[in-house]
């Protein structure tokens, strides 16, 4: 199997997905130099940061960050669009497995429990994963938290999020997600994991359906913030 895997290194060499340089042989999805110049927020070092006063005033969130910026033509760019679409899933747990180990000694890790924001069933199928679930799983691989994917579960289809204000990004989610087995989160702390985080509607209606529940407090990660 060891010659079968160096044959096939060396007809289909591994590639960083930022760059295209091929991998070095302690590398995986990104390559040293593109981790060193990821746009990394660093939000987790401030508990006032841009992503947490997205919730201030809308939802009760203790804290939140993100790993890094996300803009259009960005070199990172490529990284949520072949994780969501492109089938590789491996993005999703390394890079949160990365991202992990910069919290490790931060409030984060100590979640009672990992959520992630869940796809619809439907969705799901047809794409195979839900990418959210592999960040998790990356992030989970260094916490000492129960990753759970049957409280927090999606129960419809919201129209498209294109050219809708804030608010109205806000109605078209919060029916759509519902708190299955509410008694296990009672007083529980929960981490939120999602791709990516832009007027956080969806982590906003998420958050307010556990909080009503009754968890103990709410903290959010995300990959990216645009």
Same mark, same amino acid.
């Given at each position: 199997m060891s010659l079968l895997n160096d044959i096939l290194s060396f007809i289909y060499p591994l590639k960083c997905e930022v760059c295209g340089r091929v991998f070095s042989e302690s590398e995986c999805v990104i390559c040293s130099f593109c981790n060193m110049k990821l746009p990394r927020s660093n %939000?987790? !070092?401030d508990e006032v940061n841009p992503m947490i006063? !997205? =919730?201030? #005033?809308?939802v009760e969130v203790l804290r939140a *960050? *993100? %790993?890094f910026f996300f803009y259009k033509g960005s070199p990172y760019q490529p990284l949520l669009h072949k994780l969501k679409y492109k089938g590789k899933k491996n993005i999703g747990l390394v890079l949160g497995k990365l991202f992990a180990a910069e919290l490790l000694y931060t409030a984060f890790s100590e979640s009672d429990f990992i959520i992630p924001i869940p796809l619809h069933p439907k969705k799901? /199928? /047809?794409r195979g994963y839900n990418q959210s679930?592999? &960040?998790?799983? #990356? &992030?989970?691989? !260094? =916490?000492? *938290?129960?990753?759970?994917? /049957? &409280?927090? !579960?999606?129960k419809g289809f919201a129209e498209t999020q294109t050219n809708k204000n804030r608010f109205e990004r806000f109605l078209n989610m919060?029916?759509? =997600?519902?708190?299955?087995?509410p008694e296990l989160i009672k007083g529980k702390s929960i981490l939120l994991v999602d791709d990516v985080v832009t007027t956080g509607s969806t982590l906003e209606a998420c958050a307010q359906l556990l909080n009503d529940a009754g968890c103990g407090e709410i903290s959010i990660l995300t990959l990216a913030i645009a």
């Open positions: %939000y987790h !070092l006063q !997205l =919730f201030w #005033g809308r *960050s *993100s %790993y799901q /199928k /047809k679930e592999m &960040i998790a799983k #990356g &992030i989970n691989t !260094l =916490f000492n *938290s129960e990753l759970n994917t /049957k &409280i927090l !579960l999606r919060k029916d759509q =997600f519902c708190v299955e087995a």
